[in-house]
């Protein structure tokens, strides 16, 4: 079986600002860019360096990654990145140092110095996880609004409530 997949990708020429974000997302394809690349037509894997941009389609809105250096694995919609990682999804988003984006799973796991804004609402934690289909966050060893340290946390991204 053939796997194909609309797919968009080029070296960077500029840094991303919000207007390629913006058109990333109304073109509802898999976008790469970074400024150097390797790619395996075999394994289906790009190995990405420096001003490394992925946004992949999730049905109805776009996951948009942003960091120092990824592996995509296309045929499985897979992404693993580390180094000063942006990972936004409609008007939350994560700061980490490492995310591994698992789209069968509908599942994105980030971790070390996680910084999460949403509405008003401000976590800081060591590791995380965002299952964008159900839009429940979990964090560990999360402080809330720079309040006490907690084992775990989960807030609800469509309410902006956070669950027990």
């Given at each position: 079986?053939?796997?194909?997949?609309?797919?968009?990708?080029?070296a960077?020429?500029?840094?991303?600002?919000?207007a390629?974000v913006?058109?990333?997302?109304?073109n509802?394809?898999?976008?790469?860019?970074?400024?150097?690349?390797?790619?395996?037509?075999?394994?289906?894997?790009?190995?990405l360096?420096?001003?490394?941009?992925?946004?992949?389609?999730?049905?109805?809105?776009?996951?948009v990654i942003k960091?120092?250096?990824?592996?995509?694995?296309?045929?499985?919609?897979?992404?693993?990145?580390?180094?000063k990682?942006?990972?936004?999804?409609?008007k939350?988003?994560f700061?980490?140092?490492?995310t591994?984006?698992?789209?069968?799973e509908?599942?994105?796991?980030?971790?070390?110095?996680?910084?999460?804004?949403?509405?008003?609402?401000?976590?800081?934690?060591?590791?995380?996880s965002?299952?964008?289909k159900?839009?429940?966050?979990?964090?560990?060893?999360?402080?809330?609004?720079g309040?006490?340290?907690?084992?775990?946390?989960?807030?609800?991204?469509?309410?902006?409530?956070?669950?027990?």
């Amino acid at each position: 079986m053939l796997l194909c997949l609309p797919i968009y990708a080029q070296a960077a020429t500029k840094t991303i600002t919000p207007a390629d974000v913006t058109k990333a997302e109304a073109n509802g394809n898999f976008t790469i860019t970074s400024d150097s690349r390797k790619f395996n037509p075999i394994s289906g894997e790009y190995d990405l360096n420096g001003h490394v941009f992925v946004s992949l389609p999730t049905h109805g809105e776009q996951l948009v990654i942003k960091a120092d250096k990824a592996k995509v694995k296309l045929y499985s919609q897979e992404v693993n990145a580390e180094g000063k990682i942006t990972l936004s999804f409609g008007k939350m988003s994560f700061r980490c140092d490492k995310t591994h984006v698992v789209s069968k799973e509908r599942t994105a796991y980030v971790n070390g110095n996680i910084l999460f804004k949403h509405l008003k609402n401000t976590i800081k934690a060591d590791s995380a996880s965002y299952y964008w289909k159900g839009k429940l966050a979990t964090f560990q060893n999360a402080s809330v609004n720079g309040g006490q340290p907690q084992k775990e946390v989960k807030y609800n991204v469509m309410s902006g409530e956070f669950v027990k």
